[in-house]
């Protein structure tokens, strides 16, 4: 669940909204896939907290390669803090990734099999009155033998709540203000209460609201506003006429 997702809000709406120094964030997206961009909030060196631009799937700064980044997009949040992979980001490198929406498609849950592509309908899912919003998640920077940096991230999930519980089993670990502080707080036993607040995470998943839309956003190649169209109407079988 949550590998795609939107960020079409204004720089300086996000900015405000998130008290962080204002930087350069790019055209809206409304298709972010693993391996592109992201925006993420983490505490800054020249601020308490900055705005960030870094690739969607965690390498370790440990790796001896980032190939496998592309694997690592989410941490679950009842094992973050000690999965090989993400322990070390989850210690020292917390960080909240800025959506204003994400995607879901229904007939994925575990246990249901395969399904066809007609099954699979697409849904965007937003808060109910807009704007930006913050996904629990963790940073790290690895280096190449040649000096070359590059800044990775994942997003937690949890146990699904509210109406995303008809899509997935899981869902995005979604932050209120009060969260993020703790999150993104120094102390690890701050952090660790966002990890296991069950009545926070139904709280914020009552807020979502999940809307069907065009089978467009299925190709990632497709960025634009037609992945939030209406739902393409279900197409009839052709009539046949029969001659005797």
């Not at 937003?126 to 913050?134: E, H, I, T």
Request: a neutral charge; one cysteine or more.
């Amino acid at each position: 669940m949550c590998g795609r997702a939107t960020l079409i809000s204004p720089a300086d709406e996000i900015a405000e909204a998130f008290g962080v120094p204002l930087i350069p964030l790019g055209p809206p997206r409304f298709n972010v896939a693993p391996g592109q961009e992201v925006v993420i909030v983490r505490a800054g060196s020249a601020a308490p907290r900055e705005l960030a631009l870094v690739r969607w799937g965690l390498v370790p700064w440990w790796s001896k390669d980032p190939k496998g980044s592309a694997k690592a997009i989410q941490a679950r949040a009842e094992t973050v803090t000690r999965a090989p992979g993400f322990r070390d980001a989850w210690k020292r490198h917390r960080c909240v990734m800025v959506v204003d929406g994400f995607y879901e498609w229904s007939g994925e849950r575990a246990g249901r099999g395969k399904h066809s592509a007609a099954s699979r309908i697409p849904h965007h899912i937003r808060l109910a009155q807009g704007g930006p919003f913050a996904i629990a998640g963790v940073w790290d920077s690895w280096h190449s033998p040649e000096g070359t940096r590059l800044e990775t991230a994942a997003v937690l999930t949890t146990a699904a709540h509210g109406a995303i519980t008809q899509l997935h089993d899981r869902m995005p670990l979604v932050l209120d203000a009060e969260g993020r502080d703790r999150w993104l707080s120094v102390s690890d036993d701050e952090a660790r209460t966002v990890l296991t607040d069950a009545v926070a995470q139904e709280a914020r998943a009552a807020e979502l609201v999940v809307m069907p839309v065009s089978t467009w956003v299925n190709d990632v190649r497709h960025d634009d506003p037609g992945c939030l169209a209406a739902p393409e109407p279900p197409r009839l079988p052709a009539q046949t006429t029969l001659r005797f």
